[in-house]
T-cell receptor, first 115, second 112 residues
Framework: KAGVTQTPRYLIKTRGQQVTLSCSPI?????VSWYQQTPGQGLQFLFE???????NKGNFPGRFSGRQFSNSRSEMNVSTLELGDSALYLC??????????????FGPGTRLLVL | GESVGLHLPTLSVQEGDNSIINCAYS??????FIWYKQESGKGPQFIID?????DKRQGQRVTVLLNKTVKHLSLQIAATQPGDSAVYFC???????????FGRGTSLIVHP
């Protein structure tokens, strides 16, 4: 079974631009969660989508948004990019809603650099 | 590879030794905990989890211990191998809503 895939793997943008990242979960998985990883803040939870609905949300500004399609693929959008948005963006999928007893499988991440 | 932290605590061990990685969590209401392993250039990988109604849980070569009194979690790796070299971090969560909080991580270096 193919793992979680993320595209693109690397991206360079300038301040003020917007960016869309894509995540394809493992086949049959219905939950997709997004995370931001930086050297300064470590790994932080952004949000989780399940059955095309956002179910949980971390403490990030509204510039960070996402959506999930009927095939469970998910996209994450960051508008009005700031230098501090430079990070590794990870997505993870699980068969059911993330939480106790539900193993998440992570993709390799998209490395975003904002100049 | 990807850097997950510039100033991570580092644990250096010899191959075959047992390793113990510690994590202090912050929320006394957290009742679900996960350990992840992240190798350079890869996403995190689930290792083992534990709920707050347990003090200990064992997996293959790994054991997680939970001390709720002092809000401390540890991961023990038996017979550490070079392939165990990675960054390890814990996550805490309150069951019922998935909004995990992650620790900063510990870099484990295993010398052959």
């Amino acid at each position: 079974k193919a793992g979680v895939t993320q595209t693109p793997r690397y991206l360079i943008k300038t301040r003020g631009q917007q960016v869309t990242l894509s995540c394809s979960p493992i086949s049959g998985h219905r939950s997709v969660s997004w995370y931001q990883q930086t050297p300064g803040q470590g790994l932080q939870f952004l949000f989780e989508y399940f059955s095309e609905t956002q179910r949980n949300k971390g403490n990030f500004p509204g510039r960070f948004s996402g959506r999930q399609f009927s095939n469970s693929r998910s996209e994450m959008n960051v508008s009005t990019l700031e230098l501090g948005d430079s990070a590794l963006y990870l997505c993870a999928s699980s068969p059911r809603l993330a939480g106790a007893g539900e193993t998440q499988y992570f993709g390799p991440g998209t490395r975003l650099l904002v100049l | 590879g990807e850097s997950v932290g510039l100033h991570l605590p580092t644990l250096s061990v010899q191959e075959g030794d047992n390793s113990i990685i510690n994590c202090a969590y912050s929320n006394s209401a957290s009742d679900y905990f996960i350990w992840y392993k992240q190798e350079s250039g890869k996403g995190p990988q689930f290792i083992i989890d534990i709920r707050s109604n347990m003090d200990k849980r064992q997996g293959q070569r790994v054991t997680v211990l939970l001390n709720k009194t002092v809000k401390h979690l540890s991961l023990q790796i038996a017979a550490t191998q070079p392939g165990d070299s990675a960054v390890y971090f814990c996550a805490e969560n309150i069951v019922g809503s998935y909004i995990p909080t992650f620790g900063r991580g510990t870099s484990l270096i295993v010398h052959p």
